[in-house]
């Protein structure tokens, strides 16, 4: 809930909704008591991929839970376009899942146009697979890829519809 809050102080709560996805119901009933007195959020619980289906989960790792093939547990995974979101700002931070969850939003991207704000660095491969999984399935956007802290553990790329654009 803490992004959220931050998003919510810095965009002056501008927004008439907000969706919040968490899959893990540790973290779910936190973000739950963190955000009581905002009225404008929408909690889901579920998982973000690329497919509908049921999916094993590593459950109760706080920031850290994740799909994961090894998982403890069953959770339903769903695609952000099935959830029919009009998104107009995307943050995706799911300890490996981006990619995925990216591939199950095209329809949603291509069609609202949000900006996004997604990471890098769970994935050996991700500071390249991913740019380039964007770049190619978005048209007229701008890239940056940002580090957020040292190491590259904080590597964000953000995409920006150019007619959102400050910098056209």
Not at 17 to 27: G, M, Q, S, V
Not at 92 to 110: D, K
């Amino acid at each position: 809930g803490l992004v959220a809050e931050k998003f919510i102080k810095f965009t002056g709560n501008r927004y008439k909704i907000i969706y919040a996805i968490e899959p893990d119901a540790d973290n779910m009933k936190i973000l739950k008591n963190q955000l009581k007195d905002i009225n404008n959020i929408k909690m889901l619980k579920c998982a973000l991929s690329n497919k509908i289906k049921k999916e094993k989960f590593y459950q109760g790792f706080n920031y850290i839970s994740k799909l994961n093939k090894n998982g403890n547990s069953l959770i339903e995974a769903v695609t952000l376009d099935r959830i029919k979101i009009p998104a107009s700002f995307i943050k995706i931070h799911l300890e490996g899942g981006e990619l995925n969850s990216l591939a199950g939003a095209m329809e949603t991207i291509r069609k609202f146009r949000p900006i996004i704000a997604v990471t890098l660095y769970h994935n050996p491969d991700g500071v390249w697979r991913i740019p380039f999984f964007v770049i190619n399935n978005t048209k007229n956007y701008k890239y940056y890829i940002r580090l957020h802290s040292w190491g590259g553990t904080g590597a964000v790329l953000y995409a920006i519809p150019k007619e959102r654009s400050s910098k056209n």
